[in-house]
């Protein structure tokens, strides 16, 4: 077995679950597996590693989870947009059909590929993050050999999940993907992504002198508090489904209640 990296806390974790996977027994070993990322682990032997271990996070496909979960993600270090947060997609979007139906196979494909190309919060390009995504996620399906429209049903909804590209969802699965993926901005998971997204940034809480922007426009690209006011609080008015509309409610209610106290904690 070839050895892995043991420069980051990542890499120390990879390795211990390298001596429990049967993955890396394979002819080719992991250097056949892996696209190394500049911190040292290898982002692709990691989901190859966390597909085996956490397949039941995706069922009922568990096999198609662990087919297309190598390419799901680009090495890229976003806490934000990383498995867990496709897992927590996946499991809203599980909730949804459930109540709201849905193809599980298209909706799978379209919640593992919805960021598999990375484009940074404060990029220009962000609002093409989709699009690209969507091309990426087609080419993929293509080469597995899935059927032409189910490839262009996956497609739309990864390109209509997104809330900057503004694009309308005309299928159900395409309603189903955005609503959860916007559950994922609501509530308490809400609160903690922005802020580490602000700080990844380098963004400021909030501005001292004004943090109400009585005195100014909204700036969420230095002021994390002013992403609230341009996004979050207005997610939940834009729901899709039934189902996901009830939960975005809830974590609406949970959103608003954490800057409420926030805004009181700094005075007001």
């Known amino acids: 077995m070839s050895e892995l990296p043991d420069t980051c806390s990542r890499c120390r974790w990879l390795r211990s679950v390298a001596k429990r996977t049967a993955l890396l ?17 290898s982002v692709r032997l990691y989901f190859y590693c966390l597909a085996e271990m956490t397949s039941d996070a995706f069922a009922p496909l568990p096999d198609l989870a662990n087919t297309l979960l190598p390419h799901a993600l680009e090495p890229v270090d ?42 940074e919060k404060s990029s220009p390009l962000r609002a093409q993050a989709s699009r690209l995504s ?78 109400h922007a009585e005195h100014r426009g909204y700036d969420d690209l230095n002021f994390t508090l002013d992403h609230f006011h341009t996004k979050l609080l207005h997610l939940a008015e834009g729901f899709q489904t039934v189902t996901g509309a009830r939960l975005a409610q809830v974590r609406h209610a949970r959103l608003k209640r954490f800057m409420d106290e926030f805004i009181d904690e700094i005075g007001g």
């Open 25 to 41: 027994s394979t002819p080719e070993g992991p250097a056949g597996l892996i696209a190394a990322c500049g911190s040292g682990y």
């Open 78 to 119: 976003d806490g934000a947009h990383d498995l867990s947060h496709l897992q927590r997609v996946w499991a809203n979007v599980r909730r949804i059909a459930r109540g709201d139906g849905g193809d599980l196979q298209v909706l799978l494909a379209a919640t593992l590929l919805h960021d598999c190309v990375a484009v």
């Open 134 to 211: 969507a091309e990426k996620a087609a080419a993929l399906l293509h080469r597995l050999g899935w059927p032409e429209a189910t490839i262009a049903a996956v497609a739309h909804a990864i390109e209509a999940h997104s809330f900057s590209a503004a694009i309308e969802a005309r299928t159900l699965e395409a309603k189903i993907l955005q609503d959860a993926d916007r559950l994922d901005a609501l509530g308490a998971l809400g609160v903690a992504r922005t802020f580490y997204v602000g700080g990844r940034l380098n963004r400021a809480f909030y501005d001292p002198h004004d943090p």
